[in-house]
């Protein structure tokens, strides 16, 4: 409210089935409810949501996709972002309201106004380049946990085009990281991207008296592919300055060996 926006609190958002808000069936019809009311310009999920998976089977993106909004959230609701993005609707991995709104220090409110409110610029910035190259593509990804438990589904990521992926996560030993890597490139889930984007992955470190840490986890999970890889991107589970980027849209990675590029080169809500 203090940006300069009504804030709707649907009814029924307090509900509780399990650790879930509600029976799927509520929360899928609040769902429609939100993109199909004309009041509403925006949807931003108030957590992560462990519960998304339940609604995958009996959701109608159809009706999403007839009244496209602004949708914003990340980690367990990245299965949506894939499912939309590959229908071609810009969605928007960042900040959420119970976990990231209530500390300004945790929302990186420069990239959120230009996702939402188109004036401010275009979000860039410098990252750490694990490999050299360049690519530019339309930007998709998330929550790797997610996005492995998605294959051997019918919404695993398998963008038809090449793509930039973006891959964060929080929590997780390197040995999981790489099992995830494995797991998506053994898939086919690679295939097409041109290049890869990390975020922050806090709490993914070894142990510091490790002789070796998670990049180099990294560079051996990806070894034999061709493409320019980046780290740091601080979007989705940060401690701080939670980054909102367009996923759907064109972004560009330049990768050397003073550091990396990364920039949105598309205005999301045109």
Known sequence: EALGLRVLLPEGLL???LYNAGPAARRLEELYSL?????????LCA???????HLLPALELDRLLASPKVFLGYSDVTPLHVALNA???VTFHGPMVATDFPDPGRVHLESFLAAVMRDAPRYQAQLESLRP???EAPLVGGCLSMLAALEGTPWALRPEEDVLLFLEDVDEPPYRVDRLLWQLRRAGALERVRGIVFGAMEGCESDPDAAWGLRDVLHRALGGLDLPVAFGLRSGHVSQGNVTLPLGARARLEAGAEGARFAVLEDATE
């Open 15 to 17: 509900e509780r089935e």
């Open 35 to 43: 993109f199909e009311d004309d009041q509403v310009q925006g949807v």
């Open 47 to 53: 957590r992560g949501g462990a519960g998304l998976v």
């Open 87 to 89: 229908r071609g609707l």
């Open 133 to 135: 190259g360049e690519a």
